[in-house]
């Protein structure tokens, strides 16, 4: 469950959002440039936000009011970036571990995020060798690591070709079925979201339009 009040002034924004939702896969919906990657900052704890009051599965993250801030890494958040933001310097496998934390995960853990993305093959490779598709492949697998409380994916599939597009589509339904992780995915794409979401977010010039089940966004035709 995740509840979620913002206010903050960006260059050319104005953000004023408030919305709660305990759907599994909450897709934040909306044109370039209308705030949804500022919500998933507030949330990650990249963003100080003007105004704020965040709380996931009971724990408050952030209340201005209250002088809450929670460091981000102690959020047990999981972030997914547009560009990967892999490490170049780094093999696929040492990308896979880099957080302390995450080294001393189980083995099991790092096998099954392995056979789930089907990285096997990439392990000993560097990112400038990896293919669009590959490289966010490899940043999915990052971040579900630490075992994250909630997974953040930022237009994970924009930028790459159609087959890749699918081939990574294909594996976030995979690890949405075996993995369960709540999860708030950003996109302007409506076949992205009606693939993975179970509930959308409208999100229109800094502001929500409509808060929909996935049979009403559908039937909007959006």
Known sequence: MIELALQHTLADLDIDIRFSSAARCLA???DSGAGKTTILNAIA???RPRQARIVLDGQVL???ASSIDMPSAAREVGYVFQDGRLFPHLSVHANLLYANHARQ???TQFERLVDLLELAP????????LSGGERQR????RALMSEPRILL?????????REARVQVLDHLRRLKQALRVATVLVSHQADEVIALADEVIRVHAGTLTAQLDMAKFQSRGD
């Open 138 to 141: 490899v940043a999915i697998g």
């Open 105 to 107: 995960r189980k083995a």
């Open 45 to 47: 704890g990249l963003l």
């Open 62 to 64: 952030v209340d201005t």
């Open 122 to 129: 990439l392990l000993q490779r560097r990112p400038h060798t």
């Open 153 to 161: 994916l930022d237009e994970p599939l924009t930028g790459l070709h």
């Open 28 to 30: 934040l919906f909306g």
